[in-house]
């Protein structure tokens, strides 16, 4: 049986294992840039947060074209990506 996440779905798993990682909530990260991809309307009103802390964090990009495809399925290979990115990131790699 296989089991699809949308990216925005990933974005928030990420930062949420981040969050409880460093204990840091998700309002106190500071981000010095405000991200907009082309299709960042159609992000769920809840991810949008999780997407550009995501972003601004380095765990998730979007793609060349300025988009970040909220609703797009996420592959095995960005899942392990941003999987290796967060480990890095925590000091655990």
Do not use: C, H
Not at 15 to 27: C, P, V
Not at 33 to 45: C, I, L, P, Y
Not at 49 to 75: C, E, H
């Amino acid at each position: 049986m296989v089991l699809n996440i949308t990216r925005e779905q990933m974005a928030a798993m990420l930062m949420n294992a981040y969050s409880y990682a460093t204990g840091k909530s998700l309002d106190s990260i500071v981000t010095t840039m405000q991200v907009r991809f082309k299709d960042e309307a159609s992000a769920g009103n809840w991810a949008r947060r999780y997407i550009t802390v995501a972003n601004a964090t380095g765990l998730m990009n979007g793609s060349p074209d300025g988009t970040f495809r909220p609703k797009g399925n996420a592959t095995r290979a960005e899942a392990a990506v941003t999987v290796k990115r967060l480990l890095k990131k925590l000091d655990r790699l």
